[in-house]
């Protein structure tokens, strides 16, 4: 009864920024690790960030280390992704995830997936 809903997602020349959105609904979100996920075409979903409980800690791919920031507002239910400096390479669709656990590099094992949110830089 879980669902998370990802928005913000869109088309943005390269250098700009976007930050993206997720709504969790169902249950408590605060007892949820929360995260994002990335997934070009042809490619495997990589992981990009993650946040725990209380927010206090966040861990970030390399790749996109200093770029972008991940925060929550467990008031709103609300995990963002703020997007800064962006670039091609960023192009993808963006997934938020939820783990009553942990969120670790690999997607595998993820409790709760949102639909998707495509992210296009242009060049």
């Known amino acids: 009864q879980v669902q998370l809903v990802e928005s913000g997602g869109g088309l943005v020349q390269a250098g700009n920024s976007l930050r993206l959105s997720c709504v969790l609904s169902g249950r408590t979100f605060s007892s949820y690790v929360m995260g994002w996920f990335r997934q070009a075409p042809g490619e495997e979903r990589e992981f990009v960030a993650s946040?725990?409980?209380?927010?206090?800690?966040?861990n970030y791919a390399g790749s996109v280390k200093g770029r972008f920031t991940i925060s929550r507002d467990n008031a709103k239910n609300t995990v963002y992704l703020q997007m800064n400096s962006l670039k091609p390479e960023d192009t993808a669709v963006y997934y938020c995830a939820a783990d009553s656990i942990r969120i670790g590099l690999s997607p595998s094992n993820i409790d709760y997936w949102g639909q998707g949110t495509q992210v296009t830089v242009s060049s």
């Open positions: 946040i725990n409980w209380s927010g206090g800690r966040t």
